[in-house]
Each structure stands twice: as structure tokens, then as C-alpha cells.
């Protein structure tokens, strides 16, 4: 039996999926049909990746671990238990549309439209996620985890660790790709801020 400390709502439970699952649904349908990058964790994987081939099944593991476990100190059971449903909604909806082909493959010929689409879907998938207290993926756990310990507002958060993670992949990617990931952090990040301060 579940303990009291455990116990969530069914309605947070779905919003949790739904709200992760629509996170997915622009990540297949807009971002890699684009081939805009990603801040955070994941342009940290594809980082690692190409200056030190090391796979992202690995590194996913370390970094995205890490992340949830410093998540679980600092809010608690029920932050995990919030977080392994979201990120079941965000596997089981991509893994659905990836048996499926992009629903707009022209999107890709305007990285403009792409990158503030994308981040309307982020924005509000991690945004919802964020309120009811759980976390899609290891960005969201760090970012809810250091406003926790610090107060500083998530938004900024987001930003920061995206900007790191983009500007180092200048490295390897042009800028003329990288400015459109910027564009789309910047959006979704107050986006999720927004969201976040809503329920304060």
C-alpha cells in the first residue's frame, strides 16, 4: 500500500502524462522534424557526444540521474513518484509519434516558425509539469530543485544552464543553428516561468 506521502491525485496524475505526452508530441513534430538543438541536458548529451563519443545512454543516465536524485532530497517522495509519471507520458506519446512521420516536414524550411512553435509546446508541457510538481526530464528536477534552495525564479534557471550548453556546442554547430535554439529556450523558459509563478 502506498503511504500517505505518496498519494496523488488521479486528475494531477493525468495532467502530468497529458501535460509531458503534448511536451513529446512537439518534440518529434516540430524540434527534430526542424533538427533545432536543445539547451540543457540533452545539447549537454549530444555535446559529449561528439567531442568525446561518449554514448548518451550512458550520460543520459549519469547527468538525468543526477538531477532526479538531488530532486528527491530537496522536494521529496512525491516529487519521484510526480516526475515517473510525467516522464512515462513524454516515452509512451514519442514513442507513439515516432511510428508515425512528421505531420509537417515543411516546417524544417522555416527554423524561424519552428523554434517559437517548439517552444509553445515545451513551454507549456514543462510548465504544467513544473506546477503540479513533477519533472519530464533532469533540466526540470535542476531547475526546481535549485529555486527550492535558492528562490531564484525558474525561468532564469532554465536560461542560464541552456546558454552554457549552447554556447559551448558553438563548438561544433553553427550559429546560424544554434541562434534558433536560443530563440526557443528564451521563449519556453518564460514560458515555464509563467506557469510556475501562476500557482505562487
Known amino acids: 500500500m502506498i503511504s500517505d506521502r505518496l498519494r496523488i491525485s488521479y486528475i494531477t496524475a493525468v495532467t502530468l502524462f497529458l501535460a509531458s505526452g503534448f511536451q513529446a508530441f512537439g518534440m518529434y513534430h516540430v524540434h527534430a522534424a526542424a533538427g533545432i538543438t536543445e539547451g540543457g541536458i540533452f545539447g549537454a548529451l549530444l555535446l559529449l557526444n561528439h567531442w568525446f563519443a561518449l554514448s548518451p545512454a550512458l550520460t543520459s543516465i549519469i547527468l538525468n540521474g543526477t538531477c532526479y536524485l538531488w530532486g528527491w532530497k530537496r522536494l521529496g517522495h512525491t516529487f519521484i513518484l510526480k516526475s515517473l509519471i510525467a516522464s512515462a507520458g513524454y516515452s509512451v506519446v514519442y514513442a507513439i509519434c515516432e511510428q508515425f512521420p512528421p505531420i509537417w516536414p515543411q516546417i524544417a524550411d522555416h527554423p524561424f516558425l ?5 517552444a509553445f509546446f515545451i513551454g507549456i508541457g514543462a510548465g504544467v509539469c513544473v506546477r503540479h510538481g513533477g519533472a519530464t526530464s533532469g533540466d526540470d528536477a535542476l531547475a526546481m530543485s535549485i529555486r527550492d534552495m535558492s528562490g531564484i525564479p525558474v525561468e532564469r534557471i532554465y536560461l542560464t544552464s541552456d546558454l ?16 534558433w535554439s536560443l530563440l526557443t529556450v528564451i521563449i519556453s523558459g518564460q514560458i515555464i516561468g509563467w506557469f510556475q509563478k501562476s500557482d505562487s
Open 114 to 118: 519552428a523554434s517559437i512553435t517548439g
Open 164 to 179: 552554457i550548453v549552447l554556447i559551448l556546442s558553438l563548438s561544433y554547430i553553427p550559429f546560424t543553428k544554434i541562434i
